[in-house]
């Protein structure tokens, strides 16, 4: 099985213009993330796709590789589908977020391994929530799962709704799981879930992976214990660990 990082990368954020070129204690965002997924061994190559040069240029001034994708993609997804066209060698994609500086390549691993299942079409990860501020974060996903460590649901809100304990309470009553935003797909399904239209459910959360199995693909999940540190706002850089 050969598997293929693809690390997508957008200059114009609304919420963080230039974010993926940000410095992070002397080296960018995109290339601390560049180097972490160098890192695992599982991934037999890593790529940086973009639609704008000055990041293309910098991926390649540190060494990397990237590649420049159109300008029109509505999601990260969608940017992966069209490098992994280019690349049809590739049993697996993983799509790795460009603003996780620190993402474990243990993490990466973990996921990969979900395709040693002939079964698996996509794989997330997730991760035990264990505070309420987590709980009742409406930015931090919550998802669903099944016996068979499936994702059944995705959801902005606190779900389950425990109707007979107070939600202070909540995780002592239930096991609570937040989505960690790394996704593998095999080659194929990728290209066959970027032709979905877009669905309700994904309309309501602003969630894609509910189109996903909205149409009846199936995602499954591998659990980390290991924190992931995203930045979406430049208020985020103030709260990133220390080590490096």
Not at 174 to 198: E, S
Request: aromatic content about 8%; hydrophobic content about 40%.
């Amino acid at each position: 099985m050969k598997i293929l990082g693809i690390i997508p990368a957008r200059y114009a954020s609304s919420r963080f213009p230039g974010k993926p070129l940000v410095d992070i204690a002397g080296k960018s965002m995109i290339r601390r993330v560049y180097e972490q997924v160098k890192k695992c061994d599982d991934v037999a190559e890593a790529i940086v796709a973009t639609d704008d040069d000055r990041i293309f240029d910098h991926v390649q001034a540190f060494g990397g590789v990237a590649v420049m994708t159109a300008d029109d993609h509505q999601s990260g997804t969608d940017r992966c589908a069209e490098v992994a066209r280019l690349h049809p060698e590739y049993d697996v994609i993983i799509n790795i977020q460009g603003d996780e500086p620190y993402i474990n390549p243990e993490q990466i691993a973990k996921l990969a391994a979900c395709f040693a299942d002939a079964d698996t079409q996509i794989a997330t990860l997730i991760k035990k929530i264990v505070t309420n501020e987590e709980l009742f974060n409406y930015n931090s996903p919550k998802v669903i799962i099944n016996k068979l460590s499936e994702a059944i649901y995705f959801s902005r809100a606190t779900l389950p709704h425990i109707r007979a304990c107070e939600p202070n309470n909540w995780l002592k009553c239930h096991t609570y799981f937040k989505h960690i935003g790394i996704y593998g797909y095999r080659a194929d399904v990728l290209q066959q879930i970027t032709k979905l239209p877009v669905s309700g459910l994904e309309k309501a959360e602003s969630l894609e992976q509910l189109r996903w199995i909205e149409n009846g693909y199936r995602i499954k999940v591998a659990e980390t214990e290991l924190e992931t540190h995203s930045v979406d706002v430049p208020a985020d850089l103030e709260k990133l660990p220390l080590h490096l």
